[in-house]
């Protein structure tokens, strides 16, 4: 399967509704210098379409997916791939990919299964501001 996007970029896929999600993408979108990433909501026709494509389990995997030239990264390893990016001090959170991920899932499905009661979860999806609309994508 192949998406559209610029080849130079990066798709970020989150759970729209979901309040750490939205604020991560805020604090990526803050920090993502060289414009390298793009965004979409899980619930988005695209992140529809790459969930069925790379055949995801939702009850498994639902906060956040990576795509990125063709490969699709999910969980801790998608995170950590994209704070990898982002300049120090975040980018040091990377050391932990030596972490076998089946470790570092146990402390990333722990946040994921309690994020709504944690922060909170919208009604709708994030709606991008008019400045910021160019980074969202959908088909």
Same mark, same amino acid.
């Given at each position: 399967?192949?998406?559209? #996007?610029? &080849?130079?970029?990066?798709?970020?896929? *989150? @759970? +729209?509704?979901?309040?750490?999600?939205?604020?991560? =993408?805020?604090?990526?979108?803050?920090?993502?210098?060289?414009n390298?990433?793009? *965004?979409?909501?899980?619930?988005?026709?695209? +992140?529809?379409? %790459?969930?069925? !494509?790379? $055949? %995801? @389990?939702?009850?498994?995997? @639902?906060?956040?997916?990576?795509?990125?030239?063709g490969?699709?990264?999910? &969980?801790?390893?998608? !995170?950590? /791939?994209?704070?990898?990016?982002? +300049?120090?001090?975040?980018?040091?959170? !990377? %050391?932990?990919? #030596?972490?076998?991920?089946?470790?570092?899932? =146990? =402390?990333?499905?722990?946040? !994921? /299964? $309690?994020?709504?009661?944690?922060? +909170? /979860? &919208? &009604?709708?999806c994030? #709606?991008?501001?008019?400045?910021?609309k160019? /980074? *969202? %994508?959908?088909?």
């Amino acid at each position: 399967m192949h998406i559209e #996007i610029p &080849k130079h970029k990066k798709l970020i896929l *989150f @759970d +729209g509704v979901c309040n750490l999600c939205n604020n991560t =993408v805020q604090y990526v979108i803050q920090r993502d210098h060289k414009n390298k990433y793009l *965004f979409a909501s899980l619930q988005s026709k695209v +992140g529809k379409q %790459i969930i069925e !494509a790379f $055949n %995801i @389990d939702t009850t498994k995997t @639902d906060s956040i997916l990576l795509y990125s030239n063709g490969q699709l990264y999910s &969980k801790s390893t998608a !995170a950590l /791939k994209v704070a990898a990016t982002l +300049g120090f001090p975040t980018n040091v959170l !990377a %050391i932990s990919l #030596i972490i076998p991920a089946f470790i570092r899932n =146990v =402390v990333y499905d722990y946040i !994921a /299964k $309690n994020r709504y009661k944690w922060y +909170g /979860k &919208k &009604k709708d999806c994030m #709606i991008p501001s008019p400045e910021l609309k160019s /980074k *969202f %994508i959908d088909l």
